[in-house]
């Protein structure tokens, strides 16, 4: 497994809310439901997402939008339209003032499945990523991120459109999957463009030295790695090889190892009742007080601790 399939296997759609909004002009709505991540893509029309403090993006017909959260942003036929409308977590729709919607359909918003003749047609669905891997990503996008048309329509999105207009069982599973899929698809798209500033951990497994090195510390992060196996791994020189990694990379073998390793040791305290003993294991250190160690002078507080705050 390479690190970019490592940091999405940890960020999973479930219970996927999707929408499909048809919107006349002005509009603009404050989305403020805390997702850490959610993805769009026009249908018709154009729309603007407008980070708090990042310069605003423009959608058009076709393209599809990744906006990392949980911070607010709005989304607008125009940047300089007031918000109207503020969307909360569960498709909660109130006004700026803060009342209640209901099932009002104010400023033509249809739900799932109806249809109408405005001028703007935008499917959105919200992603739920939690854990320090998973943060990994994250923190690898900007605030908004924008695949032309060209790069990432396709099937897959057409699927997406289709499946939000049915009632059929399964439904739910469906759309969490595509939802999977279509977040997957549109990151490759957008890392490959030169404006994307791919993360160092992306751009470094494409490479034929260290990638095959980097693999393996993903496949098997438990293994007693060393700069000497790992390099025997890529087939180089211990110098070469670290030279290599730290140049790509941006800090040395051990070091990355090290925080992977952390990371995954951080999750599994978040997400399982496992002892500090069976995850030291698991991740690569010899028993509960070496990782302890290591948790401690990396994150400044104890395994225990970590399990405790993210309880």
Not at 60 to 86: L, S
Not at 124 to 130: D, H, I, K, L
Not at 166 to 185: H, N, S
Request: glycine fraction near 8%; proline fraction near 8%.
């Amino acid at each position: 497994m390479d690190a970019f399939a490592d940091l999405l296997n940890g960020a999973r759609a479930r219970g996927a809310l999707f929408n499909q909004t048809v919107l006349d002009p002005p509009w603009s709505l404050r989305i403020c439901d805390g997702a850490p991540l959610a993805l769009a893509t026009m249908i018709r029309g154009h729309a603007w997402v407008v980070p708090d403090d990042s310069p605003p993006a423009l959608m058009r017909t076709g393209d599809v939008a990744i906006m990392r959260g949980p911070a607010p942003y709005t989304i607008a036929d125009d940047p300089a339209t007031p918000p109207q409308i503020v969307i909360h977590s569960g498709c909660h729709y109130t006004t700026v003032e803060g009342r209640d919607l209901g099932s009002e359909l104010t400023l033509g918003i249809r739900t799932c499945g109806e249809s109408s003749t405005g001028s703007a047609l935008v499917v959105s669905g919200t992603y739920q990523v939690q854990g320090d891997v998973s943060g990994r990503l994250l923190a690898a996008l900007p605030p908004v991120l924008v695949v032309p048309e060209e790069d990432s329509r396709g099937p897959l999105m057409d699927l997406v459109v289709a499946e939000i207009n049915k009632d059929e069982p399964g439904q739910q599973v469906v759309l969490d999957r595509l939802l999977d899929l279509a977040l997957i698809a549109t990151l490759r798209a957008w890392f490959a463009r030169p404006e994307a500033r791919a993360p160092a951990w992306y751009r470094a497994q494409c490479d034929p030295v260290v990638g095959r090195a980097l693999r393996s510390l993903h496949d098997r992060p438990a293994d007693p790695w060393t700069v000497a196996t790992l390099a025997d791994r890529a087939g180089v020189s211990r110098a070469t090889f670290a030279r290599r990694f730290t140049a790509l990379l941006g800090e040395p073998p051990m070091s990355y190892l090290t925080d992977w390793r952390i990371a995954l040791a951080a999750d599994l305290l978040r997400e399982t009742d496992a002892t500090v003993e069976s995850i030291a294991r698991q991740v690569g250190y010899a028993n509960a007080f070496a990782l302890s160690v290591a948790f401690k002078r990396v994150r400044g507080l104890s395994p225990s601790r970590h399990r405790a705050l993210a309880g």
